[in-house]
């Protein structure tokens, strides 16, 4: 029995062939009706997946410091936009707000925006961000031009789709999603690729052997060089945290996550988060060159620098024993190499503007 969101997709393609994998992605994730994100919370224990900002108040709180420190280096400007790309449920922008909420003129000056599509995520953002009258965002275009910027994300870039392509005999193939109609399930299936497609391939992966997956993500690039764009030209930085690969490689990193569990991509869709690794290389590859690119480095490093254990021996010291525990498990969860800490990088794009002496230095890089 296919569930609704799974006969939009059957529908889809037996009217127009098999899709690419972003086209598949952009259904399950975000059709108006039946889309992953637009039906539930996904975030928890009793969730699909649990991200930094559910680990532990620690990873908003160094956030929030790292903030406040380009703002103080971008010489504290009376008013300034601090776009979150994806909140979830609003906990990390509460937690960093809370911990710099003593840093003078830093509350006046912030205006707090969303980029989110989930109207359920919506919701709780709103209740996460009482007295801060948040604004939202379907795309960038609406964000303030006239005022610096400051763009957080975490685990946003990896939810952007990708399309898959797979060497074989015959050259480079592209791996899309067919319907087979009898078994009444999702397949993959291999079609030529557009040279467009196969020109985004690196030339010194482009011999690979057959079987050897390639991801490209156009959407993803192209998103990440409109916010480079933004803090190039109205002044700011962006830091994004994400699951990846500091260099391009092949790999079929498509992955489908549900009660915290991975299970297969293709299979009760609309019910897991579809995502896949990022590939930072490839993400910086098209910034402008007035904007620099620190990083990326490991999530694990980049806490450490900010100060996370010393801020974590803070809050031990007044903490119950069970407390205590939840922290340590949430450090350790956060920064030890075995968990979060190598997986995910930490990326930042900088206002570079040397001339005027405004080159900015990212803590943590
Ligand atoms: N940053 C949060 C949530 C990560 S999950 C955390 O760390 O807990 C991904 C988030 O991106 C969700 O809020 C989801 O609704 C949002 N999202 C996914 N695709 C999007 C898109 N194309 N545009 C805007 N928001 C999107």
């Known amino acids: 029995m296919l569930n609704p969101l799974e006969e939009v997709l059957a529908k889809q393609i037996s009217m127009h ?24 919370d996904p975030f928890g224990a009793d969730g699909d997946f649990v991200t930094a900002p559910e680990v532990s108040q620690l990873f908003g709180e160094m956030l929030g410091a790292w903030v406040a420190d380009v703002w103080g280096q971008m010489g504290r400007p009376s008013r300034f936009a601090l776009l979150e790309c994806g909140p979830g449920r609003g906990t990390l922008m509460a937690d960093m707000l809370r911990a710099v909420r003593g840093v003078g003129g830093f509350i006046e000056a912030v205006e707090v925006h969303f980029l989110e599509v989930s ?12 007295g801060f009258n948040p604004r939202w965002h ?17 685990e946003f870039l990896d939810a952007l789709g990708f399309r898959s392509l797979q060497k074989t005999r015959e050259g480079w193939c592209e791996r899309v999603i067919a319907f087979d109609e009898d078994q009444e399930v999702f397949c993959f299936a291999l079609r030529p690729a557009g040279t467009e497609i ?24 192209q998103f990440l060089t409109q916010v480079a764009l933004r803090v190039g030209a109205q002044g700011g930085a962006a830091l ?3 699951y990846g690969h500091e260099k391009t490689a092949v790999g079929d990193t498509f992955q489908a996550v549900k009660g915290n569990n991975y299970v297969d991509v293709l299979h009760d869709v609309g019910e897991a988060d579809l995502t ?6 490839a993400l910086v590859g098209d910034v402008p060159s007035a904007v620099k690119v620190h990083g990326p480095v490991a999530q694990g490093a980049f806490l450490r620098a900010l100060g996370i254990e010393l801020r974590a021996q803070r809050l031990l010291a007044g903490a119950s024993p069970e407390q205590g525990a939840e ?20 990326i930042c794009l900088g206002g570079d503007d040397a001339e005027r002496g405004q080159s900015l230095r990212p803590c943590g890089f």
């Not at 399950?28 to 992953?36: I, N, R, S, T």
């Not at 379907?138 to 975490?154: A, K």
């Not at 196969?198 to 690039?221: K, M, T």
């Not at 922290?327 to 990088?345: N, P, T, V, W, Y």
């Open 17 to 40: 062939g098999p899709m690419d994998v972003g086209q598949f992605m952009a259904v399950a994730l975000g059709h108006p009706e039946h889309g992953y994100y637009m039906k539930k």
């Open 119 to 130: 109207p359920v995520l919506r919701a709780a953002q709103r209740r996460a961000l009482t």
């Open 138 to 154: 379907e795309t960038l275009e609406t964000v303030p031009d006239d005022v610096p910027v400051i763009v957080i994300g975490n």
């Open 198 to 221: 196969v020109a985004e391939i690196p030339f010194h992966l482009r011999g690979s052997a057959v079987g050897a997956v390639f991801e490209v993500a156009p959407v993803r690039n």
């Open 240 to 242: 994004f945290v994400d």
């Open 276 to 281: 896949s690794h990022v590939d930072f290389e």
């Open 327 to 346: 922290l340590e498990k949430g450090l350790h969860r956060l920064i030890d190499s075995d968990q979060m800490g190598a997986l995910f990088k930490v």
